[in-house]
């Protein structure tokens, strides 16, 4: 664990989910390669790797966001999300998730100790409630968002971790909510939107060097490790 201050009064605590909260072996990359052949780009081109490369260095982003980078116009992009989400959506539909190891604990113990959690996602709306309904946590956390939750723009922008923060009203100040993801993306959303912590989590797509660079003040292992740090802030 790193950390640059002092931990602050957490009250309200955003966590992102793939790669964070939930484990899903790479399902990612396997839906991107039904987005990529929708739209004519065959596996084992330079072109597919070249754009999975791409996905690969802004996991966390929204995933529309990424599809217009790709493969430019609207019509292509939401063409591309859409075989994306139905992958995705089918995957986890066959069993291939599951809970980070203690996730579900740690959301629990974080809302004993008075604390509101919300979970977030770069992916869509369905896919989101089809990875809650796979796991069992429709009603493990008061809120949960993604991009379209929050007038549309996901990270590495600050929106849901304010939409979070304006929706629960659970913090009188923003240095109050922690902000935990597995990407440097979900730093940086967490830094811009003045989190007064903001932790990276070696169980997913990016690494120490990369929370550091976008400003993260701890890094932990998992997010298994949130509740004793936060009850040690605060003992």
């Not at 929204?62 to 790709?70: A, D």
């Not at 979970?119 to 379209?148: H, K, N």
């Not at 100040?173 to 993801?181: C, Y």
């Not at 003040?217 to 949130?226: E, G, I, K, R």
């Amino acid at each position: 664990m790193t950390t640059t201050e002092n931990t602050p009064d957490i009250r309200l605590v955003v966590l992102d989910m793939a790669g964070t909260t939930v484990a899903d072996g790479g399902l990612v990359e396997r839906a991107f390669d039904s987005a990529a052949r929708e739209l004519g780009v065959e596996p084992g081109t330079a072109d597919h790797a070249e754009k999975l490369d791409h996905v690969r260095a802004t996991m966390g982003e929204s995933k529309i966001s990424v599809f217009r980078h790709l493969f430019g116009g609207e019509d292509r992009a939401r063409r591309a999300n859409a075989a994306f989400e139905k992958a995705y959506g089918e995957l986890v539909d066959g069993g291939l998730i599951a809970p980070v190891p203690g996730a579900r604990e740690a959301v629990e113990e974080l809302a004993a100790d008075g604390r509101t959690v919300v979970l977030t996602t770069g992916f869509a709306r369905v896919t989101q409630d089809a990875v809650l309904d796979a796991l069992g946590w429709r009603d493990l956390v008061p809120l949960t968002l993604c991009p379209a939750d929050a007038g549309g723009r996901g990270r590495p922008y600050p929106d849901m971790v304010l939409e979070a923060f304006l929706r629960t009203k659970a913090a009188e100040d923003v240095r109050q909510t922690a902000v935990v993801g597995d990407t440097s993306y979900d730093v940086l959303s967490g830094v811009r939107a003045g989190a007064g912590l903001v932790a990276g989590v070696r169980t997913g797509a990016h690494g120490d060097d990369a929370f550091r660079a976008a400003g993260a003040t701890h890094v932990l292992d998992s997010v298994a490790a949130l509740p004793g740090l936060l009850r040690g802030a605060a003992g």
